[in-house]
């Protein structure tokens, strides 16, 4: 399926505060930087194509072996934007086809098979909130760093009757039924230090030292050639796709586009708008969440 490509980009840094996602050019790493704090960098569809165009940037230029994908602000992502038109593929696709099914894969499961099958080594450089959406830019890198601040949660079963994610990574991620079922069904947060204990993250350190380890990390895996580097990944995607994954993600985008009418489902999510919370705080409300949960804003 063809996705639609936005007609501009930068390829250096941008320094405009409007930009909704920076791209930062020092080889052999680049770095993706989402750059819209005053929204707790909520994923727009515009971000997620400009993220998009920066992964193809950093794909095809030959001197750059390593991205770094980080943010800007008091933490990562909380997950997508909740404002009315803030997905146009969701009305396109309604107004084409009656089913908002195709939209559902341009914007959901089109940039998560493309962050899963991405050829060459990238670090998620994570602190504090990752939730929702925003777990999936967290954890489908190769490595992810936290700092001793962040956490994770994925509050779409509990907040707003869907099943997990739009292409729900976490069995693979948690490689654990029971660690994964509890995670999902619950709405439950993870701190940095729970989500070494599972082995969702790779390291957590203190926030003051993030960035230079990230740095660091990075520089020691650009030692190796490029081919070498693409080649090792290519290896761990495909026996990850040998398991199902990429399948697994299809049939999650699927069922997403089911769980839009069920009327039990969507019962529940009027009575969120109507109560004017979002996702966190209605899964909040039904139990008690880690220390350091904090709602981000």
């Known amino acids: 399926m063809h996705r639609p490509r936005m007609a501009v980009y930068a390829c250096t840094m941008v320094e405009s505060d409007?930009?909704?996602?920076?791209?930062?050019?020092?080889?052999?790493?680049?770095r993706i930087v989402l750059n819209a704090p005053h929204r707790a960098n909520a994923q727009s569809s515009e971000m997620v194509r400009l993220v998009d165009r920066y992964l193809d940037e950093a794909a095809?230029?030959?001197?750059?072996?390593?991205?770094?994908?980080?943010?800007?602000?008091?933490?990562?992502c909380a997950g997508h934007v909740m404002a009315p038109g803030a997905y146009p593929e969701f009305a396109d696709a309604q107004a084409a086809t009656g089913k908002n099914w195709l939209g559902g894969h341009q914007l959901f499961?089109?940039?998560?098979?493309?962050?899963?099958?991405?050829?060459k080594p990238m670090i998620a450089q994570v602190h504090g909130y990752a939730i929702?959406?925003?777990?999936?830019?967290?954890?489908?890198?190769?490595?992810?760093?936290a700092s001793d601040d962040a956490y994770f949660q994925m509050p779409l079963v509990q907040a707003l009757g869907f099943a997990g994610g739009e292409t729900m990574v976490e069995p693979w991620a948690f490689m654990n039924w029971k660690r994964a079922a509890e995670y999902l069904y619950t709405a439950q947060t993870l701190t940095a230090a729970q989500a070494l204990e599972f082995g969702l993250v790779n390291r957590?350190?203190?926030r003051a030292e993030?960035?230079?380890?990230?740095?660091?990390l990075a520089a020691d895996i650009a030692r190796a050639p490029l081919s070498t580097l693409m080649a090792t990944k290519s290896l761990l995607v495909r026996a990850w796709e040998g398991m199902g994954m990429r399948q697994h993600?299809?049939?999650?985008?699927?069922?997403m586009a089911v769980l839009e009418d069920t009327s039990d489902a969507v019962a529940h999510?009027?009575?969120?708008?109507?109560?004017?919370?979002l996702p966190r705080d209605a899964a909040a409300s039904r139990h008690h969440d880690a220390p350091g949960a904090e709602r981000p804003h």
Not at 133 to 145: C, E, K, N, S, V
Not at 249 to 255: E, F, K, V
Request: hydrophobic share 45%; charged share 25%; proline share 9%.
């Open 249 to 255: 993600l299809q049939l999650s985008a699927d069922m």
């Open 18 to 30: 409007a930009e909704p996602v920076l791209y930062e050019r020092e080889p052999p790493v680049a």
């Open 204 to 206: 957590v350190v203190p």
């Open 210 to 216: 993030l960035d230079a380890v990230v740095d660091e």
């Open 269 to 277: 999510r009027q009575r969120l708008l109507a109560n004017g919370r």
């Open 132 to 145: 929702g959406g925003g777990t999936y830019w967290a954890l489908l890198p190769d490595l992810t760093i």
């Open 109 to 119: 499961l089109d940039p998560t098979l493309r962050f899963f099958e991405f050829p």
């Open 60 to 76: 095809h230029d030959y001197d750059i072996k390593v991205v770094i994908f980080k943010a800007n602000g008091k933490g990562f």
